[in-house]
């Protein structure tokens, strides 16, 4: 069964302190690795997709990276900001289609 | 604004009953799809439609039943509702399918008492 873990559930960071979100995955066959920002009760946003051979993708200050041989990837925040208080959602494609998300990891960023 | 529009934003119904969502994909935009989200769950893909025509179906009960019309904008239609359908439910739309990356919308509130 494709699976998608994300640690750690939820994290609180100080403005302006970076942080380092962690995805794991089992999908099967690997087609890409997608990471979005979902404000509560809000439609989640793309910050990321990276296919197979990328292992690194920037956003401004969201970079993520993916090792696909060890079927992880990590999305690091710089400078973090209020505003980038969200859930962060690792998505896995996989086949034509098929996307498998993550529970999410809860960011909190406090003043 | 992702340009992706679904109504209504809220709904609250009684169990048993059946009610339909709709959604409007950004101009252009050939695929659709439908996604539920429990507060205890992540994200969960429901069915995709491309061009009118079913793509992919994920983990969508027999109870629940998607189109996509001529002029490309969806409906989710929930029959005999349980309290464990109460979600938020997402459509997205993305240009083909694929690789493509997708857009979503606001979401619908779905609440059976």
Redesign the interface.
């Known amino acids: 069964k494709n699976q ?1 873990e994300q640690s750690p559930q939820s994290l609180i960071i100080l403005e302006g302190k970076n942080c380092t979100l962690q995805c794991n995955y089992t999908v099967s066959p690997f ?2 690795l997608r990471w979005y920002k979902q404000d509560t ?6 910050l990321t ?1 990276m ?1 197979f051979s990328e292992n690194t993708k920037s956003n401004g200050r969201y970079t993520a990276t993916l090792d696909a041989d060890t079927k992880q990837s990590s999305l690091h925040i710089t400078a973090s900001q209020l505003s980038d208080s969200a859930s962060y ?1 690792c ?1 896995v ?1 996989s086949g ?9 990891t809860m960011l909190l960023v406090s003043p | 604004d992702s340009g992706v529009t679904q109504t209504p934003k809220h709904l609250i119904t009684a169990t048993g009953q059946r009610v339909t969502l709709r959604c409007s994909p950004r101009s252009g935009d050939l695929s659709v799809y439908w996604y539920q989200q429990s507060l205890d769950q992540g994200l969960q893909f429901l069915i995709q439609y491309y061009n009118g025509e079913e793509r992919a179906k994920g983990n969508i009960l027999e109870r629940f039943s998607a189109q996509q019309f001529p002029d490309l904008h969806s409906e989710l239609n929930l029959s005999s509702l349980e309290l464990g359908d109460s979600a938020l439910y997402f459509c997205a739309s993305s240009a083909t399918t694929g690789y493509n990356e997708q857009f979503f919308g606001p979401g619908t509130r779905l609440t059976v008492l």
């Open positions: 998608v087609s890409n009760g809000r439609g989640p946003v793309s997709i296919t959602i998505v494609g034509y289609s098929t996307l498998t998300f993550g529970k999410g």
